[in-house]
């Protein structure tokens, strides 16, 4: 039995009683595979990430909870997206349903050996451009 409940536009989705500021990291390697890592409170597959502590900035809890989830230290190179509907809902066992907040960032492996021009072009591939780089 699963610990949490998703409900996204659900009219039967419990009211709302917390929000808490929550990050995670998308992160994709030179192939274009995704770093992704299954909960254990839900069996879904999500990004590695968690919620924001005292005392910690939601950078710093994207960086040391993909270290927890995954083994794999990343660093924060960009921004994905600010994620608030308020018809995004998640159940917990406890009586807690929590209106999602989550700050999607983009991740990179840290300490891959990869020269600095590889990563230039791999940000290319992942931007999707209409026109080729010249330079």
Known sequence: MCSRH???R???APEPN??????????????GAVLMQR?????????PGGVMEIGETLEECVIHETKEETGLDIEITGLLGIYTDPQHLIAYADGEVR????????GELAGVPIHDTVR???RHHTEQRDR????
């Open 6 to 8: 998703d409900y996204y």
């Open 10 to 12: 659900d009219p039967d």
């Open 18 to 31: 917390s929000s808490v500021p929550g990050g995670s990291a998308l992160v994709v390697d030179y192939s």
């Open 39 to 47: 909960r254990r409170d839900s069996g879904n597959w999500s990004f």
């Open 99 to 106: 209106q999602k907040f989550n700050i999607t960032y983009y």
């Open 120 to 122: 230039l072009r791999l």
């Open 132 to 135: 080729p780089y010249l330079g």
